[in-house]
C-alpha cells in the first residue's frame, strides 16, 4: 500500500509539472495593455502629454509594416544601448509622417497614458515636450516588448513603463546642433561621395545639408529655438547601408554601416558585456538581412519579454514522466494481484 500511494504522489507530482508550466504562457489570442509613466524627479507627475504608439517590430524582432521599408539597422536587442539608439533612430523617421501611429493618449493627473488592446510585439513610444517652471522635460523614444515580465520574471499582460526623459532649462539664448557622418564598412570602394541629411523642428523640415569629404562629413546648426524639439534623418540612405542616429549632447552621429562589413573575432576572454544592465529596453535582434529585420530567433529586450523556450521542454519531459508514472503503477496493480 505504502508503494501505491508513492507511485500516485510521483504521478501527481509528474503531471503537475509536465502541464503546469503552460499555465504560464499566454495563448495568442490574449491582447495586452500597456501604461506609460512620465514622472519627474523635479515636477513630479506630468499630466497632459501626448504619446505616440506605433506597432514598429514583430515579436521575433524584425521590422514591421511600414517600418520593414526604411534601411535602418536593427543590431542587438539585449543590447539597452543599441536599443536605445534603435528607438531613437525609429522616432526620427516617424516624425516625418511616414506613417500612422495605431493609438495616441495623454497622460492623466498620475503621469500615466494607458494603452489598451494590444497585440504581442514590440512598441515605439513616442511622447511630446512638457515645460514646467521653465523647465523643458522631453521623454526619450523607448521600444517596449508586449507581453513583459516583473521582476520576479513572471510573465504580465499588463506592461507598466516608466519613460525616461531630458532635462532642459530653457536658456535666453537660442542652441546649436551639429550631425557627423559615420561610415562602417571597412572603407569601401562603394562608399558615396555624399549624403543628404535633414534637420526637423518638431517633426517638420527646417533645414537640408549635403555632407561629404569637403566639410568633413559634419555641420552644425545655430541659432535654434531652445524650446522646439529636433532630430535628423538622411534622406535616401544609400543601397548596401543601414542607418543609425544617435544623439550625444548637441550632437547627432549618423552612422551608416555596409551590409558586407565582416565584423572583428570576439575576443571573450577580454569582452565585457553591460548590455544587460539599462533597464529601459526595453526596447532588438541579431543584424539579419533585408530591411533591416533579424533572423527568425526571438530576441528578449532589458526587462521585457517572454521566456518561451523552457515550455517545449518541460511538456516533452513532464509527459514522458508521466507515462513512466502510469507504466509504474500498473505493474504495481499487476504485483498486488499476483
Request: some cysteine; overall charge negative.
Amino acid at each position: 500500500m505504502l508503494r501505491r500511494i508513492s507511485i500516485l504522489i510521483s504521478v501527481m507530482l509528474t503531471a503537475f509539472f509536465c502541464f503546469g508550466s503552460g499555465f504560464t504562457a499566454f495563448a495568442e489570442e490574449d491582447t495586452y495593455s500597456l501604461t506609460v509613466d512620465f514622472i519627474t524627479k523635479e515636477a513630479g507627475a506630468i499630466p497632459d502629454c501626448q504619446f505616440e504608439l506605433y506597432y514598429a517590430l514583430s515579436p521575433n524582432g524584425t521590422l514591421f509594416g511600414d517600418f520593414a521599408d526604411l534601411k535602418v539597422e536593427v543590431g542587438d536587442l539585449t543590447s539597452s544601448e543599441n536599443v536605445s539608439t534603435l528607438a531613437s533612430t525609429l522616432a526620427a523617421y516617424v516624425d516625418t509622417g511616414f506613417t500612422e501611429d495605431i493609438d495616441e493618449v495623454g497622460t492623466n493627473a498620475l503621469g500615466e497614458a494607458k494603452f489598451e488592446d494590444l497585440d504581442a510585439g514590440i512598441y515605439l513610444v513616442v511622447g511630446s515636450s512638457a515645460e514646467v517652471n521653465g523647465i523643458l522635460y522631453t521623454p526619450k523614444p523607448a521600444l517596449i516588448r508586449i507581453p513583459g515580465h516583473d521582476m520576479e520574471g513572471e510573465l504580465v499582460k499588463d506592461v507598466v513603463a516608466a519613460v525616461k526623459y531630458d532635462r532642459l532649462e530653457l536658456p535666453p539664448k537660442p542652441i546649436s546642433r551639429t550631425v557627423t557622418k559615420i561610415w562602417d564598412d571597412g572603407d569601401s570602394s562603394d562608399r558615396p561621395k555624399s549624403v543628404t541629411v535633414q534637420l526637423l523642428k518638431d517633426g517638420e523640415k527646417y533645414d537640408e545639408q549635403v555632407l561629404s569629404a569637403d566639410n568633413d562629413w559634419s555641420y552644425t546648426w545655430k541659432e535654434l529655438d531652445p524650446a522646439s524639439e529636433w532630430s535628423v534623418i538622411e534622406v535616401d540612405v544609400p543601397d548596401g547601408y543601414t542607418v543609425s542616429v544617435s544623439l550625444d549632447d548637441t550632437e547627432f552621429i549618423i552612422t551608416n554601416k555596409g551590409d558586407e562589413v565582416v565584423p572583428p573575432p570576439d575576443d571573450t576572454s577580454t569582452s565585457d558585456d553591460n548590455s544587460n544592465n539599462d533597464n529601459s529596453l526595453p526596447p532588438t535582434p541579431p543584424s539579419g538581412t533585408g530591411n533591416g529585420g533579424g533572423n527568425n530567433d526571438t530576441p528578449k529586450l532589458p526587462q521585457t519579454g517572454q521566456l518561451w523556450w523552457p515550455v517545449p521542454i518541460l511538456l516533452a519531459s513532464g509527459c514522458v514522466l508521466l507515462l513512466i508514472g502510469i507504466i509504474s503503477w500498473r505493474l504495481s496493480d499487476d504485483n498486488v494481484a499476483n
